[in-house]
């Protein structure tokens, strides 16, 4: 089981840059794929971007590409987002999850969450 905890959120200005961290504990960190999603009040959650175990393999979500970057440091057992000409769109509880399976993009693939942690992009 691999216990999650995210940090880094905050408020920014559009444009700004914020990097996340998630911090786990477990020992099939390594061996899994990794996850950072968002939730916006009123809506579900979506995935943002998810990584492979060996950070070779990456997905994001259209409306993050060019902008975000997932990556993770098995050594440490940190994943991170970091995230670059922020909109207010961005706006969400951002948070990282373990994938169940060797890859997968939606919700459903991920657990345990991380408690989330906020992100507010102002206009």
């Known amino acids: 089981q691999v216990h999650l905890v995210e940090s880094g959120g905050g408020l920014v200005q559009t444009g700004g840059s914020l990097r996340l961290s998630c911090a786990a504990s477990?020992?099939?960190?390594?061996?899994?794929?990794m996850g950072w999603f968002r939730q916006a009040p009123g809506k579900e959650r979506d995935v943002v971007a998810v990584i492979n175990w060996s950070g070779g393999i990456t997905y994001y979500t259209d409306s993050v590409k060019g902008r975000f970057t997932i990556s993770r440091d098995n050594a440490k057992k940190m994943v991170y987002l970091q995230m670059n000409s922020l909109k207010p769109e961005d706006t969400a509880v951002y948070y990282c999850?373990?994938?169940?399976?060797?890859?997968?993009?939606?919700?459903?693939?991920?657990?345990?969450w991380g408690q989330g942690t906020q992100v507010t992009v102002s206009s």
């Open positions: 999850a373990a994938g169940l399976r060797g890859w997968g993009t939606a919700p459903r693939d991920f657990g345990p």
């Open positions: 477990g020992r099939t960190f390594s061996s899994s794929c």
